[in-house]
């Protein structure tokens, strides 16, 4: 399961990135920034998993930045 929405946000970040630099419409990019955020967050997940501690929490914490930076976005644009 964790494996399947790792690849659903993966794809879903990079096509919203190669959409917004095809078209240079850099509108969409809060989306792309939450998505990858869930996408780091499940990797984290993984890691744990995995037994990974250092890995994982590095992951976790970048995981939320990134949903830092995304709501910001969303509340100030």
Same mark, same amino acid.
């Given at each position: 399961m964790l494996t399947i929405l790792h690849t659903i946000f993966g794809v879903l970040t990079f096509g919203l990135?190669? /959409?917004s630099l095809i078209t240079k419409n850099f509108e969409y990019?809060?989306?792309m920034l939450l998505s990858m955020s869930l996408m780091f967050l499940i990797m984290g997940i993984k890691e /744990?998993?995995?037994?990974?501690?250092a890995t994982a929490y590095s992951l976790v914490l970048l995981s939320v930045f990134a949903l830092i930076v995304a709501i910001q976005g969303f509340i100030l644009f």
């Open positions: 990135a190669i /959409f990019r809060h989306f /744990f998993r995995k037994e990974k501690k």
